[in-house]
């Protein structure tokens, strides 16, 4: 699989339409992995209300190549940076498939804190992670 596998159209038609709706309280940006020239992942970052909660939420993908090497660890460390010292989040989640062992690791090595998502409901059942910004 790679990024394109749905055809360039509709990740572009993905790129266009959040591109349209972003404004300052609540946007979605996406950032491509390129590992040696090659593009590997995508992270986004998501934010709702982010005037009034400050909180973000993040989300990611990588090539079945590419797991298992870090790199999802250094994307994610990289958004939270970007969220904390850059936006000045206060809270940032990161939702994971139950059963994601890969996932939920990189975000207890981040420093998320798990809680069962009562947003969605089965058959996806994912897990909820929250991280609080780090004490100045």
Same mark, same amino acid.
């Given at each position: 699989?790679? &990024?394109?596998?749905?055809?360039?159209?509709?990740? &572009?038609?993905?790129?266009?339409?959040?591109?349209?709706?972003?404004?300052?309280?609540? %946007?979605?940006?996406?950032?491509?992995?390129?590992?040696?020239?090659?593009?590997?992942?995508?992270?986004?970052?998501? =934010?709702?209300?982010?005037?009034?909660?400050?909180?973000?939420?993040?989300?990611? %993908? &990588?090539?079945?190549?590419?797991?298992?090497?870090?790199?999802?660890?250094?994307?994610?460390?990289?958004?939270?940076?970007?969220?904390?010292?850059?936006?000045? =989040?206060?809270?940032?989640?990161?939702?994971?498939?139950?059963?994601?062992?890969?996932?939920?690791?990189?975000?207890?090595? &981040?420093?998320?804190?798990?809680?069962?998502?009562?947003?969605?409901?089965?058959?996806?059942?994912?897990?909820?992670?929250?991280?609080?910004?780090?004490?100045?």
């Amino acid at each position: 699989m790679t &990024l394109l596998s749905s055809g360039p159209g509709g990740l &572009l038609q993905c790129l266009w339409r959040e591109l349209g709706q972003w404004s300052p309280g609540s %946007w979605t940006l996406t950032l491509v992995t390129v590992v040696a020239g090659q593009a590997v992942g995508l992270q986004r970052l998501f =934010a709702v209300q982010f005037l009034v909660r400050r909180e973000v939420a993040n989300g990611s %993908w &990588l090539t079945a190549d590419s797991r298992g090497k870090g790199i999802g660890t250094e994307m994610r460390a990289a958004v939270l940076q970007l969220s904390f010292a850059g936006l000045g =989040a206060t809270y940032a989640r990161s939702d994971a498939q139950e059963g994601n062992a890969a996932s939920i690791a990189v975000s207890r090595k &981040l420093g998320y804190a798990g809680q069962l998502n009562p947003e969605v409901s089965p058959p996806r059942l994912p897990t909820a992670h929250r991280r609080r910004a780090p004490a100045p």
